[in-house]
T-cell receptor, first 112, second 116 residues
Framework: EAQVTQNPRYLITVTGKKLTVTCSQN?????MSWYRQDPGLGLRQIYY???????DKGDVPEGYKVSRKEKRNFPLILESPSPNQTSLYFC???????????FGPGTRLLVL | AQSVTQLDSQVPVFEEAPVELRCNYS??????LFWYVQYPNQGLQLLLK??????LVESINGFEAEFNKSQTSFHLRKPSVHISDTAEYFC??????????????FGQGTILTVHP
C-alpha cells in the first residue's frame, strides 16, 4: 500500500532531551516536507526537501533539523525540545513536480 | 508569497442541510488550490483540488468547490451533509509551476460539526 508513515505516533518528553521523529514513504517521491499543526494556525511548513541531500527551511524552522540521506526517509530532529514545540507534526511527500502532497498520520508531541 | 484565509473557524449545521466553507487566498502568481479534510484523531486526506481546466471540481463524497479567480476564492460546498462529514477542513494553496511548487500554504482550518 502506498503510504507515508511516521514514528512514533505519540511522544511525551522533557525539555532538552533530543528526539527524532521518523518519516518514510514508499512511493519513490522526490519531494518531502514537515509541517506542524497548532490550533487556530492551521499547518505551517517547517522544512522541505526537493530530493536527496537537498533541504531548505520552511516558515518555522527554528529549533528543528532535518536530513535527507535516502530518498524514502526524511527524519525531523529536535536537538533541544522546548514546551513551545508541543504540537501535532505531519510529514508529507509528493512526486516530481506534482503539487499534490500525501500526508502521514501525524505525530503528537508533548514537551514538558 | 501566498496566504489563505478561511473565514469561519467553526460551522455548525444540521444533518441534511447544505453547507459552505469559505476560503479566500492571496497571491501575485497563478496558483493551485486544495481542500484537505482531517477527521477526528486522524491525518490529513486530500478532498479535492484545482490545478487547471474546469473551475468546478468535485470529490467522490459529494463536496464541490469552485475556483473564482476574480474573487480569489475557492469555497467548499455540499448540498446535504451527513454526520460523518464532521471534521476539520483546511484550504491550501501553492504556486503553480515555479521553484516553490511543493510548498503548501494552509488556512487556519474550519471545524464543521454536523448535528442530528
Amino acid at each position: 500500500e502506498a503510504q507515508v508513515t511516521q514514528n512514533p505516533r505519540y511522544l511525551i518528553t522533557v525539555t532538552g532531551k533530543k528526539l527524532t521523529v521518523t518519516c518514510s514513504q514508499n512511493m519513490n517521491h522526490e519531494y518531502m516536507s514537515w509541517y506542524r499543526q497548532d490550533p487556530g494556525l492551521g499547518l505551517r511548513q517547517i522544512y522541505y526537501s526537493m530530493n536527496v541531500e537537498v533541504t531548505d527551511k520552511g516558515d518555522v524552522p527554528e529549533g528543528y533539523k532535518v536530513s535527507r540521506k535516502e530518498k524514502r526517509n526524511f527524519p525531523l530532529i529536535l536537538e533541544s525540545p522546548s514546551p513551545n514545540q508541543t504540537s501535532l507534526y505531519f510529514c508529507a511527500s509528493s512526486p516530481g513536480r506534482s503539487p499534490t502532497q500525501y500526508f502521514g498520520p501525524g505525530t503528537r508531541l508533548l514537551v514538558l | 508569497a501566498q496566504s489563505v484565509t478561511q473565514l469561519d473557524s467553526q460551522v455548525p449545521v444540521f444533518e441534511e442541510a447544505p453547507v459552505e466553507l469559505r476560503c479566500n487566498y492571496s497571491s501575485s502568481v497563478s496558483v493551485y488550490l486544495f481542500w484537505y479534510v482531517q477527521y477526528p484523531n486522524q491525518g490529513l486526506q486530500l478532498l479535492l483540488k484545482y490545478l487547471s481546466g474546469s473551475t468546478l471540481v468535485e470529490s467522490i463524497n459529494g463536496f464541490e468547490a469552485e475556483f473564482n479567480k476574480s474573487q480569489t476564492s475557492f469555497h467548499l460546498r455540499k448540498p446535504s451533509v451527513h454526520i460523518s462529514d464532521t471534521a476539520e477542513y483546511f484550504c491550501a494553496v501553492t504556486e503553480a509551476g515555479g521553484t516553490s511548487y511543493g510548498k503548501l500554504t494552509f488556512g487556519q482550518g474550519t471545524i464543521l460539526t454536523v448535528h442530528p
